[in-house]
């Protein structure tokens, strides 16, 4: 069966960093029903096998399957490295991936120098180093895995002194390198911007991927005929596996919109 326009998105993550997508993506698409997943309860992926993550990403796959979607993104730049080319063989719906922003950071930089924050899974991963030698020739990137990271967003921690302390301890090694441009390559560390900001000089620009990614799903959507047409605006539900009493209440606080805007609807697998 063929996706129907008034079908949802699904977008899926490790836990709550893909809602810094789901947030583009919303800007982006007033009117689209998105479905939210997250799987927190075996956050962060950054440390598992590609074996173990595709297994969850396949989970989270078949579970949306089953919510009439027409599309899904994989918000999160590790399952996407681990797991894309086995989910486009097994889905045939549209599927959008996210990749560290290396390009759009390797045009934007002056000085040449390029420092990346992201998971170990992500660095260590096949399509990133593909990713980083087709953009490296007159480029210096200098790669850092944030151990550690992933867990304090998950609890809703985005600026407290241990978060701050683990920051510097990332940035500060990239800053001694003369770095004039901060790639984000985690959804999750989105969140963290405002915090990086007064970690660093006011000449370096920090890239992620959000916006780009939520514009490219817009323009597969009208390529392919499913753009919801109907004026009304989209809902929006979330999922989450997490085992934190106060998961709503982070899930609540990174969307930004009140728990009036969204309809949240607990344990999923």
């Known amino acids: 069966m063929s996706p129907s326009q008034n079908n949802a998105i699904g977008v899926i993550d490790s836990g709550v960093g893909g809602i810094s997508v789901l947030k583009c993506i919303r800007a982006h698409l007033l ?10 309860k075996f956050a962060p992926y950054g440390e598992k096998s590609n ?10 796959f078949d579970f949306l399957n089953k919510q009439d979607i027409k599309c899904i993104v994989v918000a999160c730049n590790t399952a996407t490295a681990a797991s894309i080319q086995i989910l486009r063989e097994r889905f045939h719906f549209p599927i959008i991936g996210m990749e560290p922003a290396v390009k759009p950071a390797s045009l934007m930089s002056k000085n040449k120098i390029v420092g990346i924050l992201a998971t170990s899974g992500t660095l260590l991963s096949a399509k990133f180093s593909a990713l980083l030698e087709h953009h490296s020739n007159d480029i210096h990137f200098i790669t850092q ?45 989105s969140f963290l911007k405002p ?34 047409q109907n004026s009304a605006s989209g809902t929006t539900h979330f999922w989450t596996n997490s085992l934190d009493q106060n998961a709503d209440k982070v899930i609540a606080e990174l969307w930004g919109q009140g728990p009036e805007s969204f309809n949240y609807r607990g344990l999923w697998v």
Do not use: W
């Open 51 to 60: 074996e173990e993550i595709t297994r969850r990403v396949l989970t989270a």
């Open 195 to 228: 915090v990086i900001q007064t970690l660093i000089p006011d000449h370096i620009k920090i890239v992620d991927t959000g916006d780009a990614v939520a514009s490219y799903l817009k323009h597969v959507l009208i390529e392919k005929d499913l753009l919801n």
């Open 145 to 189: 895995p944030c151990f550690g990271l992933v867990e304090l967003i998950e609890q809703g921690d985005l600026g407290s002194p241990a978060l701050i302390t683990l920051l510097k301890k990332y940035i500060d090694p990239l800053l001694k390198e003369k770095i004039d441009t901060l790639v984000l390559g985690c959804t999750h560390y």
């Open 31 to 40: 009117h689209e029903n998105l479905i939210y997943i997250a799987d927190s």
